[in-house]
C-alpha cells in the first residue's frame, strides 16, 4: 500500500468489572525488528516487561491513554474502547516529527499475523 510508517493500536480492560479501559499506540521502526510482539496474550508475563522495553526503546512513537469507569458507564465498554483508542492514536503528538500526518493513519480492524 506504499505506507512507510504503521501505528498499531490495541486496548485492554474491556473484560474487567471495574476501572478503566486503556489503549496504546505504537509506530514500529520498520528497520528495527522486534521479535514475539504480535499477541501478548501468547507471551508470558515475564517476556512482556521484556518486550516493554524493548518497545518503548526502540520504537519510533508511542502513546497510552484511557477511558474512564464514567465514561463506559456512559456511552458503553465498546464505545469508551474506541474513544481510548483514539486518544492513544491522537496522543501520538510527534507524528511531524517522523515524516507523518494524522491524514496518514489508516485503520483496517486487521488481525495481527504471527511471522
Known amino acids: 500500500m506504499g505506507f512507510v510508517y504503521v501505528a498499531g493500536v490495541d486496548e485492554v480492560g474491556r473484560g474487567c468489572l471495574a476501572g478503566p479501559v486503556v489503549a496504546a499506540a505504537v509506530v514500529l521502526d520498520p528497520d528495527r525488528y522486534i521479535p514475539r510482539i504480535c499477541d501478548s496474550k501468547t507471551v508470558p508475563a515475564a517476556e512482556r516487561e521484556t518486550l516493554y ?4 526503546s526502540q520504537a519510533l512513537l508511542w502513546a497510552v491513554a484511557e477511558a474512564s469507569p464514567g465514561e463506559i458507564d456512559t456511552i458503553n465498554i465498546h464505545q469508551a474502547s474506541l474513544q481510548a ?4 492514536v491522537m496522543s501520538l503528538a510527534e507524528l511531524n516529527a517522523v515524516g507523518m500526518s494524522c491524514q496518514q493513519l489508516v485503520t483496517t480492524g486487521a488481525p495481527c499475523r504471527a511471522e
Open 53 to 56: 522495553d524493548e518497545i518503548t
Open 85 to 88: 483508542m483514539r486518544r492513544a
